[in-house]
Structure formats: C-alpha cells, structure tokens
C-alpha cells in the first residue's frame, strides 16, 4: 500500500497508474464499475479513500471497495484523525479536513510517478474534495470528475486548471442503465488522454513562453506584440482579462512556467476595485512579480469597468458614462478619483516586484475607445492615473516609459515588445547588462 509516510505500491512498468479518489464509505459500488472500466483499458488503478463513514466507527460497513490508501492515512496527511472525524459528525469540517489530506497524498502520488491522472465522481462535498486535490497536480495531467455539480458555476471547482467536469445527470446512486453509460465514458475518457501518444517535439514547443494579456481594446496591441516576440523565437500565450484569465497568467507565472510576462491589459484591477463582473481578486499583478519573472506591464483598459447586459448595471452607476460594447457586456467609464486609486494600485504591487519590470504610460489614450473623439476619452481621468503611478512607483526598481502615443499604436506595441525581449534575455544570459 502507498502512504502519506512515502511508501509506494507495486505497479507494473508496461502500465500507466492512475489514481481513483472518493467517498468510498457512500460511493464503493460506483467506484467499483469506474475502477473496472480503467483496468479493463490498460491501465493500474490506485483507489484512494477520502470518506469519513464507512468503517470508521462500530457498527458500520467497511467500504464496497478496499482501497489502497485509506481514509485514515489520507485525514492524516491533513493532520487530522479519522475517528475523531467521523465523531463530530460535522460535514464541513470533515469535507474540508480530507481535502486537504487528499491534495497532500495526490501530489506525493505524481511526484513518485503514480498519478498519470485522477478521477473522481461525487456531488457537492465530492466534488469539493477532489477538485481541490486535482487542482494541485500540474497542468497536462489528465483530470476528471463526474459530478451533479458539473451544469452549474463551476469556477469555484475548476478554479485555473485544466479539470474536465462531466455532468452525472442523475444523481451518484448506484449503476443503472443511465449512470453506467456516463461512468463509462468518463473513465474511457481518462483512459484515452492517459494513453494518448506523447505530443511530437514540434507540437510541445521549446521556446521560451510568454504569457500576454488582451482586451477587445488592446487588441491591435497584443496582436502585433505577439508577432513580433514570435518572430523573435517566443511561444506566446494569450489571456482574455475576464477574471478568470487574470488568475490564470497569475497561476502560470506563480508555477514556474513563463519567461517573461507582457501584462498590456490591467483592466481587471478597475472591476476589482468597482465592481464589475471580471475581478480577478487582489492577487492581480503580484506572481510575476514574487517569483521574480520578467514583466512589462501597461494601464490597458484601466478606463473601464465592466458590467452584463446593460439593464444589469447596478442602479447606482445610471448617471455614469456607459457603453454598449456589445449585448452581454456595458463598459463603464472610470472616474477621476477611481483612476487616481488604480494608479496607486497599480504602483504599488509592480514596485514590489523581484524581477526585472518596467511599466508603459499611453499618454494618448489607454484603450481603443479612450483616444481623443472617443466615447471614454477624459484627460483629466488619464491624468489623474498617470499622476498617481509617478508619485507612487518605485523607479528604482521599476523602469518607467512614458511614450506619446496610444496603447494600439505600432510603435507602442513593438517598445514594450523590445523591453520584454531584452529583459528576458538577460534573465537567461544571454543579454548584457539591464
């Protein structure tokens, strides 16, 4: 049997180990059919146990399933007992307990090589547990859950990953004509990206990657920056500022994969502090920057907040400047005094920044629709955020550029393309001195 101690089991070298992970004292029989589809593919299963029931206290049935690691040793890895657990009888505190038991044993698992990829199946507290033990495992393991959750919000599960939900439609309960069909796929599913031939050397790139950010605003930008790093030798990936691509390029930088970091569109940090729809949370513009990776960053679309259909603005913005970007999105013009408050924001998570960074002001215009005669244009807005990062930006640690120009301009988009060129060469030796 695998522990949390550092034990592993015996598998064979021909096969591919993939880790079942669940509630075994509630869901046995169901991982019992999932567990045989797998081997029946090829492949070895671990079956790993985060329930608190089942065997846990007299009188109870021992789970459907033996596990390989039981529920005990995965609330230990947590820190915490099992019996005492299953005691309480407190749902929450044991859901969250063997979540983090259940993400300590998975990364163990996948650092010693048996966790190719994982499943699970479950409803709310299910899905709670392995989602947050899946989230821990890198990008590219295969990941997937059958869950009754999986045809609502799913954010709070699938967070910045790459985690597959798979809508149960009837609920967990048993294997019946319906739910085997379903359990069926999902395990064929992991077993065809498990299987999958490895991706050629083309395919899975060795040039440096950069992460971008991008608006409908900043596109032109973006666009002509990425070809331009591209021509240079970088593998570019490019993140839409909803809320959810802002966390993910921050989860990215946080995780070691990028080289350098061409964070154009901050827009983000304006929902943040307003209340818009696509807040990506006060850790915007900070994990380049603790894990020292090369960033050079603009004030992109920091003259709008964002909202829903119109008709969804909260009522107390009906006197500001609105626009209809499009039916499901209204921009909201930022004022003076929220600008003023970006720019210190924004100042003050760049200037604590431990890599190489420097930050490029538009003086005509930060978006597409903010340049003289356009709907957001205000100079006093602009100047209010470009006033506020002079005061607050530590340039001794930040290089600021202040170019004449709007954010789309060609030549724009080529400067902050050379200065991450630059930076980024440096950081690997191959540039001279910053």
Not at 379 to 405: G, K, M, N, Q, Y
């Amino acid at each position: 049997m695998a522990t949390p101690a550092g034990a592993s089991p015996s598998r064979s070298p021909e096969k591919r180990t993939v880790v079942l992970l669940g509630t075994l004292d509630t869901k046995g029989a169901e991982y019992a059919f999932v567990r045989d589809r797998l081997v029946e593919a090829g492949l070895d299963v671990l079956v790993v146990d985060a329930g608190v029931l089942g065997g846990s206290e007299p009188g109870r049935p021992a789970p459907a399933l033996t596990p390989d690691i039981p529920a005990s040793e995965v609330a230990a890895a947590a820190g915490a007992d099992l019996a005492e657990l299953a005691a309480a009888r407190d749902r929450g505190a044991a859901v969250t307990a063997m979540a983090r038991g259940a993400a300590e044993v998975l990364k163990r698992l996948h650092a010693e090589g048996f966790c190719a990829g994982a499943l699970a199946l479950g409803g709310t507290g299910g899905t709670s547990i392995a989602s947050q033990a899946f989230r821990e495992l890198p990008l590219g393991v295969p990941k997937v859950i059958v869950s009754t959750a999986a045809s609502g919000d799913t954010r709070a599960y699938v967070a910045e990953t790459d985690l597959v939900l798979f809508p149960s439609v009837t609920d967990i309960a048993g294997v019946n004509r319906l739910s085997a069909r379903i359990l069926a796929n999902a395990a064929g599913a992991l077993a065809g990206m498990v299987q999958a031939p490895p991706l050629p050397r083309s395919a899975a790139g060795d040039r440096p990657l950069l992460a971008a950010s991008m608006f409908g605003v900043t596109t032109p930008c973006v666009s002509a920056a990425r070809k331009q790093l591209e021509e240079s030798g970088y593998e570019v990936l490019v993140f839409h500022m909803t809320g959810v691509g802002g966390r993910t390029l921050e989860s990215l930088a946080a995780n070691g994969w990028l080289a350098g970091v061409l964070d154009v569109t901050t827009t983000e940090l304006a929902d943040e502090l307003v209340g818009g729809v696509f807040s990506a949370g006060p850790d915007r513009l900070t994990a380049a920057g603790r894990a020292g990776v090369p960033q050079v960053v603009s004030v992109g679309a920091l003259d709008m907040v964002n909202f829903g259909p119109k008709d969804t603005v909260p009522e107390r913005f009906a006197d500001r400047n609105l626009y209809v970007h499009n039916p499901s999105v209204t921009l909201m013009r930022t004022t003076p005094e929220e600008c003023a408050e970006l720019g210190r924001r924004l100042a003050t998570r760049l200037s604590a920044a431990t890599g190489p960074s420097a930050l490029f002001l538009p003086l005509k215009g930060i978006s597409a629709i903010a340049v003289e005669g356009g709907p957001f244009y205000d100079p006093e807005a602009d100047a209010a955020l470009f006033d506020a990062i002079r005061s607050t930006l530590d340039r001794s640690r930040v290089e600021l550029v202040e170019l004449d120009l709007d954010i789309n301009d060609p030549a724009f988009a080529a400067a902050m393309a050379d200065k991450l060129d630059s930076y980024v060469k440096v950081a690997s030796g191959e540039g001279g001195a910053r």
